[in-house]
């Protein structure tokens, strides 16, 4: 047996457990939208996108904290999608809202007058104010507050469970149009773009996304960086949109869509119509990277907030928080997956397509 089947049998025996149990999650997840008949409003970045983006975050980081978090990548890996299935399978009521915020409904000059922090958004504007229209900026800050405080009590389980919580919602920062009421285009006849921008074009293209983003950095102000990310990605929401309208009035519904027998539009596992792929090759070029340099930022930003709370709270020692057992066994892994990800690779791990 080659080393490298050896490797990758461990890895899956390693990862089975969780595997199983987020594929059960899953099955629930489209059981519950079908039931509810709300298939339509599945957004975020994919289980594709959310997966690639936790797993890449954690070669970012710096050795000191790296050895721990490949221990648990594939829990990391697993887990980043989590809160969407909170959101939809488990109907928690609380959850929608720490996925976006709809800049455009707080006024003229959103980025002028919001209030930086939640103690003063929520003074404001009140909790069902927010609820309607999104607290995600807010809530990455009080993330990071919790996650600086499971490092300070050095509490495993707390650390990895809101690390990766935490590259959930980074993620859907980086979504454009979860900054924007135009979340799906439907106010610009562009229904379904939303899945088909951060789900599809990245099943489709993400093998060629270069996933090294060099090291973790630093944030000096949580705060502030929270709002630079909404506010990059809000700018970048019309360019989205306008660049697939231009694209859209040049073809037919045929060069669009794919069609069945009957010429009806072909849907996807939650009911999102399938567009073809020579448009999704289309869409993808005019695009001019978008969706990689946004999926770039988000793993390091990822990264980054995680470092940042390891830091503040003292770069306490959590490579011990594992045994020397558990440590030896991953070295070699840990090894050979860092040299794929010098070359802007990552491990040939299998996500739930939704296209």
Known sequence: MTNRTRNNRTRSNRTRN?????????????????????????YSWGVWGHQHISHAAVFALPPE??????????????????????KYAMSDREEFARHFIDVE??????????PKTWKEAKAKYGSD????????PWYLQE??????????????????FLASDMAHYIADAHMPLHTSLNHDGQLTDQRGIHAFW??????????????????????????????????ESNATADTL????????????????WQLDSNKNMKKNTF???????EYAKGYHTALNGMVERQMRAAISVTASFWYTAWVNAGKPNITDLDSEATIKRSKPHLEEEIELWKQGKLFDFKSFNEF
């Open 18 to 42: 969780t595997s199983n149990l987020y594929r059960l999650a899953f099955v629930c997840l489209t059981a519950s939208l079908f039931i509810a008949g709300t298939s339509s409003i599945l």
């Open 65 to 86: 904290m790296r050895t721990f978090f490949y221990n648990h990548i594939d829990y990391i890996t697993e887990e980043s999608s989590v809160p969407d299935v909170r």
């Open 105 to 114: 409904a707080f006024g003229d000059k959103p980025f002028e007058t919001l």
């Open 129 to 136: 104010t927010l609820q309607r229209k999104g607290i995600l």
């Open 143 to 160: 993330m990071q507050i919790k996650l600086t405080t499971a490092f300070k009590d050095r509490k495993k389980d707390a650390i990895l």
């Open 198 to 231: 951060e789900s599809r074009l990245p099943e489709l293209f993400g093998s060629t996304y270069n996933f090294n983003v060099g090291q973790a950095r630093y944030i000096e102000d949580i705060t502030a960086e929270s709002w630079r990310i909404i506010r």
């Open 241 to 256: 949109l306008s660049v697939e309208r231009t694209l859209k009035a040049k073809l037919t519904k045929e060069q669009i």
């Open 271 to 277: 009911g999102q119509p399938m567009h073809t792929l």
